[in-house]
């Protein structure tokens, strides 16, 4: 069962989309006005199932144009959450000597989050993302994204793409949110994933395309993750309050390697089986 936002003749709606069919989820009732009042709801997953059958009522036609799963809600990241991203964040910082602290947190009790995105620099679905134009060294990261309730809990999962300097934060790790916070770094959708509680790893692969040839590709999965979502969401609430949800990555285990860096043209592919494919050209 997918939560889709989209593009309604009067703003922003959302979408239900179940067994091939699609249903004006915000046609039912004000809760689902808007994602905000919807992760609002002590118990939004239950909601959903609730409003299914009215939901019928309500069905869409033809094709619907795609917004970011995200209206007022926070992006915050977790970082080395992978083997593979441990390993590439000392190997970046290895020439200043800042690697040293990627390996402790890999196994540190406490994770590395840090903040991401506000709401209005995130792009969504065939949106374009960008690069710095004051870095040499720049990568996507693909991740699964956990879409959390204003009381903590997974409602949902969507795909990420954590745009980031490799050579910005190499050369000094207090340098991370020049490398990670700036306009267009940040892309999310297609859909939401409603969680059925279950905690089965799913793939993760991204594809890079450049004057149509593939460049890059790679795959992974979140079995590999050191942490369980669950664990990563409790992290981020412990002193923060979200009265409209939040949006938490979980980092990425897929990293090109040091002699590749995004250019402008070139189209990012992930895809995240159960979730769909995350397309954005960058600018």
């Known amino acids: 069962m997918h939560i889709l936002r989209f593009a309604g003749e009067n703003g922003p709606r959302l979408a239900l989309s179940l067994d091939g069919e699609t249903y004006n989820l915000s046609a039912v009732a004000p809760e689902f006005a808007a994602l905000s009042t919807w992760l609002a709801l002590s118990d939004p997953v239950a909601a959903i199932h609730d409003a299914l059958p009215a939901s019928r009522n309500f069905p869409l036609q033809g094709e619907l144009k795609l917004l970011a799963p995200v ?63 004051d870095s040499s060294w720049n990568v996507p990261e693909p991740e699964l994204a956990l879409v959390l309730s204003a009381s903590g809990s997974i409602v949902g999962y969507t795909i990420g793409n954590d745009v980031s300097s490799r050579s910005i934060e190499g050369e000094n790790p207090l340098y991370l949110p020049q490398a990670k916070i700036y306009d267009g770094s940040c892309a999310l959708g297609p859909v939401i994933s409603l969680s059925d509680g279950s905690t089965t790893p799913q793939r993760i692969e991204m594809m890079i395309t450049r004057n149509g040839r593939r460049v890059f590709s790679g795959e992974t999965s979140t079995a590999q993750l050191r942490r369980t979502p669950s664990e990563l969401a409790g992290y981020l609430f412990k002193e923060l309050t979200f009265a409209a949800g939040a949006i938490l990555f979980t980092g990425t285990g897929i990293v090109p390697p040091d002699d590749f860096s995004l250019q402008v043209g070139d189209t990012v592919a992930i895809m995240i089986e159960g979730i769909g494919t995350l397309e954005n050209l960058v600018a």
């Open 71 to 133: 209206d007022a809600q926070e992006v915050w990241a977790c970082g080395v959450t992978y083997l593979r991203s441990k390993v590439a964040r000392m190997e970046e910082s290895e020439t200043q000597s800042g690697g040293d602290f990627y390996d402790r947190v890999y196994t540190a009790e406490r994770p590395e989050i840090f903040f991401k995105s506000s709401p209005n620099r995130v792009v969504g679905p065939l949106d374009a993302i960008r690069i710095r134009r």
